[in-house]
């Protein structure tokens, strides 16, 4: 019996391809992120402080970049937030990088509505994101992702204990972002005095109920991070 043509063409146009190397799962996370890095990162941050608190400061320190920003008033008759984006490079590393800052936040007289525009703004983030992904031709890929990943909460050294303003804010914000607590200017602050201002914070976050971000406690997770950073 002769074999169809079909069959011969298809045989003809068949190639034996030899594995340069190992080829299986294991080797999807090299590919992320050989991708990723490609690609670029985003990381949007929330910074929430009074004025003349340090935020931009630590800005600076964090991101060794000196960044833009307006004089510190304490004028202003409500809160408002104002994002910055920044395309920073490290090695072949790109990140883009967004700081929202609370422009006069506690400056006012009547704080009881300071935490409004916060909450607002990053409701705001998820509606944007979530209108993105309900189009028919969505394209995420391109979308700049806004959402913020992790909220930098100064907190004034008093040394004593929380504001009202500051448990009330958190409260409100802990469902919905990562908060980070930050006590701002700890070098004026002595020691043993720090480490009793750090135990009453904890405490009083504890007590009503303010949840925080939990940074990784098992040997593996701390060793490599600390393995990543020497």
Not at 147 to 165: N, Q, V
């Amino acid at each position: 019996l002769g074999v169809p043509d079909c069959e011969r063409v298809q045989n003809e146009e068949l190639r034996n391809l030899s594995l340069s190397g190992h080829v299986g799962f294991d080797s999807l996370p090299d590919q992320l992120v050989n991708k990723s890095t490609s690609q670029g990162f985003c990381f949007n941050i929330l910074c929430v402080g009074e004025t003349g608190i340090g935020k931009s400061t630590l800005m600076d320190t964090l991101f060794n970049t000196k960044f833009e920003s307006d004089p510190a008033t304490h004028n202003e008759p409500g809160v408002r937030l104002k994002a910055r984006s920044y395309e920073l490079q490290e090695s072949n590393v790109r990140l883009k990088l967004t700081i929202v800052d609370t422009v006069g936040f506690g400056d006012q007289i009547n704080k009881d509505d300071s935490y409004k525009p916060i909450v607002e703004y990053i409701d705001a983030q998820f509606e944007a994101y979530l209108q993105e992904e309900l189009k028919i031709k969505r394209s995420l890929f391109n979308y700049h992702d806004t959402r913020i990943h992790a909220c930098l909460y100064f907190i004034a050294p008093t040394g004593h204990s929380l504001k009202s303003l500051d448990l009330v804010t958190m409260k409100k914000l802990d469902s919905k972002v990562n908060i980070i607590p930050i006590i701002a200017k700890a070098d004026t602050i002595a020691k043993n005095e720090l480490h009793k201002f750090k135990s009453k914070i904890m405490s009083e976050l504890v007590s009503n109920g303010v949840q925080i971000y939990q940074f990784p406690t098992d040997e593996e997770t701390v060793a490599e991070i600390n393995a990543t950073m020497s």
